[in-house]
């Protein structure tokens, strides 16, 4: 079931002096076809409100608080359908919209995982592989693997085990042979599962520290990561594993910012066939990205249009110093921003401009897709705000407005310039399924199977995310 936060009301003839009002906490709602989920909305409101069902499918309640409003759906053994619940205070009316989606085989099959902390596709979508926290006794947390195959979603699940044992972080990589990667804060490094059950810890470069995977090629012949400590002096290594086999890859002669290496790189995604890698930076947090062609050559993704402008600034002393500012593609910790064939890679094009009476750097983002084949990047300077998610072969990216992480996303055709349709509208035309809101993070070569998530904000507002998937329907 997925929901959309948001604020409703409509106001009519109120007594003067008197304020008629609705607040919802969430306004649109969207159910399985299988009818076993509810969702409670809060409802904030002045005079007292009543509700009413527009469908007879729809049953709406009032919940053991007096604030709050249970939805919940029949069954849906037909189509894709859609209600509404009316309330209404005095003057004011709300309105909450509900879908639901089809009977599975009618339509695309979508899986809200809200029961997993962390969660990676495969490279084909043949795999989801991610990881659920528990915990046993007064305050010991515990750790789950979960492998789901998505051609019949049935679930295997490793542990629980102890924290003292392995603690599981985040769900790195999902190979298409049914192998799981997760990052491992107790020991360092990562940790593998095989589909027997079998984990181990893989394998490193002698003089450097654990690896951590990042990216897989279709085969699982390939993987791509970075070491947590190096030989040569900096904190983080990129490396590329060839059939078990580790090998450091080559850095740009300069930082992002044209100064001296010492954080490094994390080499973060890869084509399907293994050969073009990207990578992110981690000099003062600049998250300048680069790329390896087929030979291992290493260049920073978006080079036709990096820009580097030295200026003087003061430190924190009050002392001018020499500061380079960098108009430059650069990404965070995203591992498919790359499309299958290794075409097209997915980045964000920062420009940074110097206020001299602040002495502040105000950088701009805006959507860039560059082309490994040309070199030549693409950017989208009409979309002020937004980063580019990922990219299809045949040139459909996504790109989603960022403020506190991104909480939806645009389909966007690269030749034409032109956006396809929200997340939304193009998932309806294109699977049949009607979802009110997410961010598409990765689309498999067939596009046929899709990852991403729902973004929710909780206490103090810090992002929460909720992964999904969708599939071919089952047989």
Known sequence: MLSLAAFL???????????????????????????????????????EWSFASSASWLKVSEGENARTLVVSAEPNTEGERSAEVTLTAGAAMATIVVYQLGADGMNARYRLLDDLNHAVMSPSGRYVGGLRVGVEGDNDYVYTAVVIDLESDERVEFGPYPETLIGMYEAEVMTDQGVLYITDNTNGGCV?????????????????????????????????????????GCMYAPVKIVNGEVFPLELPEKSFRNEEW????????????????????????????????????????????RKVTPIKREDPLGNLVDYNLVDGVICWANQTQISPDGKWIAGTFRTEEYNAES?????????????????????FDEYAGYVALCVTDSGLGVIGAQSVG??????????????????????????????????????????????????????????????????????
């Open 9 to 47: 009301a409509g106001c009519g003839t109120e007594p003067a002096g008197e304020k008629h009002y609705i607040k919802l906490s969430d306004a649109v709602c969207t159910f399985l076809s299988d009818g076993t989920d509810s969702k409670t909305v809060t409802v904030r409101s002045n005079p």
């Open 192 to 232: 593998a599962f095989e589909p027997d059950g079998t984990y181990y810890v893989p394998g490193s470069l002698s003089g450097y520290g654990p690896v951590v995977m990042q990216g897989v090629s279709t085969d699982g012949s390939v993987l791509t990561g970075y070491t947590e400590g190096t030989p040569y």
């Open 262 to 305: 010492w954080a490094g790189v994390m080499a973060r995604g890869v084509s399907a066939d293994g050969t073009v890698m990207y990578g992110t930076s981690w000099e003062n947090y600049d998250y300048g990205m680069l790329w390896w062609d087929e030979t291992g050559t290493p260049d920073w993704v978006g080079s036709d249009v």
């Open 359 to 379: 002495n502040e750097v105000y950088q701009t983002n805006y959507p860039a897709f560059f082309n490994t084949e040309t070199r030549t990047t693409t950017v």
């Open 406 to 475: 991104v909480s939806g996303c645009s389909v966007i055709d690269l030749a034409s310039r032109t956006v396809v349709g929200t997340m939304t509208e193009w998932m309806e035309r294109t699977y049949g399924l009607l979802l009110s809101d997410g961010v598409i993070t990765s689309i498999s070569p067939d596009m046929e199977h899709l990852f991403g998530y729902k973004l929710y904000m909780g206490n103090g507002g810090t992002p929460t995310s909720v992964w999904w998937y969708v599939a071919p329907p089952l047989d």
